[in-house]
């Protein structure tokens, strides 16, 4: 079935530095990618998205870019801020069943001044 | 606009005791239900979508149901509790479609002893 792999955390990080997060996906066809995250004490909050392959989703200096060659969405941000520390979770919506929304596992992200 | 509530926000329950977490979203008429599980290590598990009045896919054989009995109402229950029902439970909406975002309420953590 379809499903999301994500890289294991937590991923630790001083301030400024490039993040990168890892997902990759298995699916039928060709999904709708996303991004969310979850702050501390919040609820989760879609950050990016990606409906087609070679499709950049960008949003509050995240990146992450739809390839199908690879089957990858990885997350990346040039420089991390303490703000950023949250988890994130990568999702996919099947092309056949666009009421599914798959998430991965989540990455917990832990940024140091 | 669309407001999304989930209640109890905190539940500890015995084990064999019935459940009752309700979800209703405010400001959207006929949107896509779905509640998630997430527990440690495992990530987001989605357990049930609605995508209508009466209609319920279950995603993972367990010890829980869903019910949909009004249009922006979100039943999820259990006759029994297990110990390993415990973790914490998100509902969603989102409008039906593709490449729509989701909506997560505060959440519900369930402890079962």
């Known amino acids: 079935g379809d499903s999301v792999t994500q890289m294991e955390g937590p991923v630790t990080l001083s301030e400024e530095a490039f993040l990168t997060i890892n997902c990759t996906y298995t699916?039928?066809?060709?999904?709708?990618l996303f991004w969310y995250v979850q702050y501390p004490g919040e609820g989760l909050q879609l950050l990016l998205k990606a409906t087609k392959a070679d499709d950049k989703g960008s949003n509050k200096g995240f990146e992450a870019t739809y390839r199908k060659e690879t089957t990858s969405f990885h997350l990346e941000k040039g420089s991390v801020q303490v703000s950023d520390s949250a988890v994130y979770f990568c999702a996919l919506s099947p092309p056949y069943n666009t009421d599914k929304l798959i998430f991965g596992t989540g990455t917990r992200l832990q940024v140091f001044p | 606009s669309q407001t999304i509530h989930q209640w109890p926000a905190t539940l500890v329950q015995p084990v064999g005791s019935p459940l009752s977490l309700e979800c209703t979203v405010e400001g959207t008429s006929n949107p896509n239900l779905y509640w998630y599980r997430q527990a440690a290590g495992r990530g987001l598990q989605l357990l049930f979508y609605s995508v209508g009045i009466g209609q319920i896919s279950s995603e993972v054989p367990q010890n829980l149901s869903a019910s949909r009995p009004q249009d922006r109402q979100f039943i999820l229950s259990s006759k029994k509790l297990l110990l390993s029902d415990s973790g914490f439970y998100l509902c969603?909406?989102?409008?039906?479609?593709?490449?729509?975002?989701?909506?997560f309420g505060q959440g519900t953590r369930l402890t079962v002893v």
């Open positions: 969603a909406w989102s409008v039906w479609g593709r490449d729509t975002e989701a909506f």
């Open positions: 699916a039928t066809g060709y999904p709708s």
